[in-house]
């Protein structure tokens, strides 16, 4: 029986910051600052960081599971009543419920794990329940 074990540290030693990130940025420029370390039960199994915030997102298929490693963000959800905000520090990880939209704001900087169930939707507009 194979067991993969990954280093972290070491693999996000080898990645970059990326600085300025908006919520229209592409997720094509994003492999110097994030990497894939494979996938658990359906779900993709990511590393990296940002300062900035991303677009919306949301994942119908399960929970995504968000860990700060270093920094902090504000997770931002969008639900019928509108945007809701939980402040995310070093050490703290959030459960992000099936199907709500979420996005992330990290104006000095995060460094995450994220378990994130595939597919992901991408929302890049204001107001994802409009989409």
């Known amino acids: 029986m194979a067991v993969t074990v990954h280093d972290i540290p070491k ?3 080898k990645l970059t910051r990326m600085k300025g990130r908006t919520p229209d940025s592409s997720h094509d420029d994003l492999d110097p600052h994030f990497k894939g370390l494979g996938s ?4 993709a199994i990511n590393v990296g960081g940002f300062e900035g915030g991303g677009c919306w997102e949301r994942h119908t298929a399960g929970e995504e599971l968000v ?3 270093d920094g902090e963000a504000e ?4 639900g019928e009543k509108g945007e809701e905000r939980v402040k ?4 703290q ?3 992000v419920p099936p199907g709500l939209w979420h996005r992330f704001e990290a104006p000095k900087g995060l460094t995450l794990f994220a378990a994130t169930p ?3 939707d ?3 507009g204001d107001d994802p329940r409009k989409a």
């Open 88 to 91: 995310l520090t070093k050490g």
């Open 118 to 120: 595939q597919p992901t």
């Open 75 to 78: 997770l931002v959800m969008m």
């Open 67 to 69: 860990q700060v490693l």
């Open 93 to 95: 990880f959030a459960v």
């Open 11 to 13: 693999t996000l030693s």
């Open 122 to 124: 991408h929302f890049y």
């Open 40 to 43: 658990f039960n359906g779900a």
